[in-house]
């Protein structure tokens, strides 16, 4: 089966400190991993996405993401939070290039 | 706004009255998607169209629900004999076909059944 998943429930972080939100997937086959962003009361935002090509992926809000695939992951980074950056964030995988399917998602709270 | 409309944003229903809500896609995009999300979950696939055509159903979606897209436009996904675990957030995305493309959500159709 094609799915992904985020080990972690909730990532604190200070201001002004980097932060890694986790995911590992599970795909036969070429991985599409994307991310999202959910705000409140706001729908899903997409942040980036993988298909091939260079493992470091850059996308909004100065997010990147780093697809390992020795260790069939793909982890959302940012060099230096911002409090505005605290959401809820969602890693997806898009098996066969169809449906979309996403992990339970991590909230993440920036403290200032 | 050129982006995904869905219509109602919130919706209260009583047990076993049929519900359906609308969504409009992003206009060049071809492919809708519909999901729904419980608090604390992640997006839970239901179904998605090319064009008219429903290319695939979650087998988790129950007989109670059905989706259209007569025209290839919009689309509508009705619930029959609503149900409390029912109560969810009902997510429309559309996308193109080219390439491996993001979906662009929309922000939601609330349901709570009481």
């Known amino acids: 089966a094609q799915s992904v998943a985020q080990p972690e429930d909730q990532v604190n972080v200070a201001e002004g400190n980097p932060l890694t939100v986790k995911c590992t997937y599970s795909?036969?086959?070429?991985?599409?991993l994307f991310w999202y962003v959910q705000y409140p009361n706001r729908g899903l935002q997409f942040l980036l996405k993988?298909?091939?090509?260079?493992?470091l992926v850059k996308g909004s809000y100065g997010f990147e993401a780093e697809f390992n695939k020795s260790q069939t992951s793909f982890h959302l980074k940012k060099p230096s939070a911002l409090v505005s950056d605290s959401a809820l964030y969602f890693c997806?995988?898009?098996?066969?290039?169809?449906?979309?399917?996403f992990g339970a998602g991590t909230r993440l709270t920036v403290k200032p | 706004d050129t982006g995904v409309s869905q219509n109602p944003r919130h919706k209260i229903t009583k047990r076993g009255q049929n519900v359906t809500f609308r969504c409009d896609p992003i206009?060049?995009?071809?492919?809708l998607y519909w999901y729904r999300q419980t608090l604390g979950q992640g997006p839970e696939f239901l179904t998605y169209?090319?064009?008219?055509?429903?290319?695939?159903k979650s087998r988790l979606l129950s007989d109670r629900f059905s989706a259209e897209r007569p025209k290839g436009s919009f689309s509508t996904l009705e619930i029959q004999r609503t149900e409390q675990g029912d109560s969810a957030m009902y997510l429309c995305?559309?996308?193109?076909?080219?390439?491996?493309?993001?979906?662009?959500f929309g922000q939601g159709t609330r349901l709570t059944v009481v």
């Open positions: 995305a559309s996308s193109t076909t080219g390439g491996v493309s993001e979906a662009f």
């Open positions: 206009s060049e995009h071809n492919r």
């Open positions: 997806a995988v898009r098996p066969n290039n169809n449906d979309m399917r």
């Open positions: 795909v036969s086959g070429n991985p599409y």
């Open positions: 169209f090319q064009n008219e055509a429903q290319l695939e």
């Open positions: 993988y298909i091939t090509g260079d493992n």
